[in-house]
């Protein structure tokens, strides 16, 4: 004689609930780009806390603006979260094109990325980019970049080779976030001239006072450089592990918020995920929502998830 197993309504909702909340264990390390901009660290490490308290496992690599695109490419990374656009554009468009890169929701906007100076430099008549090539010696011909490969560098790398605002003398000088940002720093102390990358969300907007030069949209694009931020993964990666894609696309941050991480990172020179632990233990009203249809790793509910471990 055959049995006849019967499953009443509760039984099947829950096998339904795990079949779909449950992410094959290759999802449960999501690995991540930092391309060394404290902006890129404290997202990246506030995104990390969020899927360690979901029972999740972050690697986060230190790789140039190039090298994490072709990364992304040969999937050995999983998720970036600092696309700045336009200026990656050129970065990333053979990604997009071939579909190698997918890039699955603004995170920031309101961000700037174009040439400053110190506002003393700027209450002398630096207003716009033409106005830099008239002060070659005040600015010993030099424009400070950032780290190596990056964009900014490449567009200031390009207004150089092309003798745009009569720059074809000027030198750029690459270092790193720190670097640079010393360099000013010594520089305004002297009240000696210098013009370098900058940038907002970032400390330096409060901590130094420095002007945006205009008239740069050729290469940095209109509005002081205005930006949007997008958070971009490897192809398909959304597709497979479903539930990260679905934090991904919700996580959204303001410069407000980056500020506020950047400020404890390098002001106060706290580790950047206790930082991100500590904002996120005082701010539960604006990461909530990033939890709307997300569970655990174990497929339970992500919000009282989250909110135990952080008090744990």
């Not at 002060?135 to 950032?146: C, H, L, V």
């Not at 990033?290 to 135990?308: E, H, I, R, Y």
Request: proline residues 4%; aromatic residues 10%; contains cysteine.
């Amino acid at each position: 004689m055959i049995r006849l197993l019967s499953f009443g309504p509760s039984a099947l909702l829950l096998a339904a609930f795990s079949s779909h909340a449950l992410e094959p264990v290759a999802c449960k390390t999501v690995r991540f780009a930092d391309v060394g901009w404290t902006d890129v660290s404290a997202t990246t490490a506030l995104t990390g806390e969020v899927l360690s308290a979901l029972g999740y496992q972050s690697e986060v690599k230190m790789l140039s603006v190039p090298v994490t695109f072709r990364a992304m490419q040969s999937k050995d990374i999983d998720v970036f979260l600092g696309n700045w656009m336009p200026t990656m554009k050129n970065d990333i468009e053979p990604y997009l094109k071939n579909g190698s890169v997918e890039s699955i929701r603004v995170n920031l906007t309101g961000a700037k990325y174009t040439l400053a100076v110190p506002e003393y430099v700027y209450q002398a008549g630096v207003h716009r980019f033409a106005d830099i090539a008239k002060y070659p010696d005040r600015f010993a011909q030099r424009i400070y970049g950032i780290e190596a490969g990056n964009d900014g560098n490449r567009l200031i790398a390009n207004m150089i080779k092309d003798k745009a605002f009569g720059l074809q003398d000027f030198k750029l000088i690459e270092s790193s976030e720190a670097g640079m940002l010393t360099q000013v720093k010594r520089a305004a102390v002297k009240q000696q001239w210098v013009v370098f990358l900058g940038w907002e969300p970032h400390p330096m907007n409060r901590n130094l006072k420095l002007r945006y030069l205009e008239g740069g949209d050729a290469y940095f694009g209109p509005n002081l450089g205005g930006a949007t931020v997008h958070t971009t993964t490897r192809a398909a990666y959304a597709k497979q592990c479903t539930n990260v894609g679905r934090l991904l696309k919700n996580i959204t941050f303001s410069t407000d918020l980056e500020n506020q991480l950047m400020g404890q990172i390098l002001d106060k020179k706290q580790d950047a995920k206790l930082a991100a632990r500590q904002w996120l233990n005082q701010n539960p009203e604006q990461w909530s929502a990033w939890l709307d249809g997300v569970n655990s790793f174990s497929g339970q509910p992500a919000l009282p998830v989250v909110k135990a471990w952080l008090k744990s």
